[in-house]
Each structure stands twice: as structure tokens, then as C-alpha cells.
């Protein structure tokens, strides 16, 4: 059987969902996960999909480990003053005049 999908669910879906599936869930960070009703899984292993027997336990997580998502993602206002415009206009040169001779702008440096 293919592993479904937890991450997103609420505790009380995936228990639903999992006794469904016919696996069997663990959540090392909620020692009280039987009774945990609102709280989202964040991460899981075996990924969704990855082949398993039927009754295999799948590890879910309910909040981010170390260096993982779980901030920095607030409100974001306007910066002032704007960034400028960028794009082609400043990764490239201006272009030359198209009759200007050949390193003539050079000589005239001298």
C-alpha cells in the first residue's frame, strides 16, 4: 500500500485518515496525540507515496524542527523607497550609436 498524504491535516483528520488507510501513526513531539484535535502536521516520514505494508507506522510532526519553516513569513509592508526597476535594462550596456566608427570612443579618451 502506498503512503497517504498527511502533511496539512489536522490530528484528529490524520488519525481518521490513517485508520482508514489501515497505518498506524506516531507523533514523537505530542505525547498526548490521542487527544490532540486541532493541531497541523507539518511533516511526516515515509513521505506520501513510498510503498509500505499495511499496519507500518508513519511518524508525524506537529511542529518544525530546528533551521525549518515556523517563522519569518509575517506581515510584509511596503519597503521605502521602492527597489528600482532592474530587469534587461541593467544587466546590459547602453547600446553605441550604430554609425560611431570603431573604437572611436576609445581615441578620444587619449
Keep these: 500500500m502506498r503512503v497517504p498524504r498527511f502533511v496539512g491535516l489536522m490530528a484528529v483528520d490524520a488519525r481518521e485518515k490513517a485508520t482508514a488507510q489501515g497505518v498506524l501513526l506516531a507523533a514523537p ?19 506520501p507515496g513510498a510503498e509500505v505494508p499495511r499496519g507500518a507506522v508513519v511518524t508525524v510532526w506537529f511542529d518544525f524542527a530546528e533551521g525549518e519553516g515556523g517563522g519569518g513569513a509575517g506581515v510584509r509592508e ?12 541593467r544587466e546590459l550596456d547602453r547600446p553605441r ?14
Design 29 to 47: 513531539d505530542r505525547p498526548d496525540f490521542h487527544r490532540a484535535v486541532v493541531d497541523y502536521v507539518v511533516r511526516q516520514y515515509p513521505p
Design 97 to 110: 550609436d550604430p554609425f560611431e566608427p570603431v573604437g572611436a570612443s576609445d581615441s578620444l579618451a587619449l
Design 78 to 89: 511596503p519597503r521605502v523607497p521602492r527597489p528600482g526597476g532592474g530587469g534587461l535594462e
